[in-house]
Nanobody
Framework: QLVESGGGLVQAGGSLRLSCTAS????????MSWFRQASGKERQFVAG????????YYGDSVKGRFTVSRDNRKNTLYLQMFFLEPEDTAAYFC????????????????WGQGTRVTVSS
């Protein structure tokens, strides 16, 4: 089970940190990622950490502004978001998977319920 927290309302240019806590064993053997979905749009890859090689990936629209990290001792994935823009407004989901294209939502078998981020202009 994955549970996200940390969403909220923030002004443009502000920052937020999202957390995703996993229950169950073997958290460190999952590729963990963040996706987001704005109203009326498809789910979009934001950032992810590949457990097989430690590589980190970011979506083009968040590079240089967002940072993904994980604490395997706490079974928690983080997304630190800086310089937020109104276009970042969406529901943010964390996801866990074992294989496949890290940027493809279909690769993930575990999903959280989402946390809402709203950025005002």
């Amino acid at each position: 089970q994955l549970v996200e927290s940390g969403g909220g309302l923030v002004q443009a240019g502000g920052s937020l940190r999202l957390s995703c806590t996993a229950s169950g064993p073997a958290f460190n053997t999952y590729t963990m990622s963040w996706f987001r979905q704005a109203s009326g749009k498809e789910r979009q890859f934001v950032a992810g950490m590949d457990w097989t090689n430690g590589n980190i990936y970011y979506g083009d629209s968040v590079k240089g502004r967002f940072t993904v990290s994980r604490d395997n001792r706490k079974n928690t994935l983080y997304l630190q978001m800086f310089f937020l823009e109104p276009e970042d407004t969406a529901a943010y989901f964390c996801a866990g998977g074992r294989s496949g294209d890290i940027r493809n939502a279909a690769s993930y078998i575990h999903w959280g319920q989402g946390t809402r981020v709203t950025v005002s202009s």
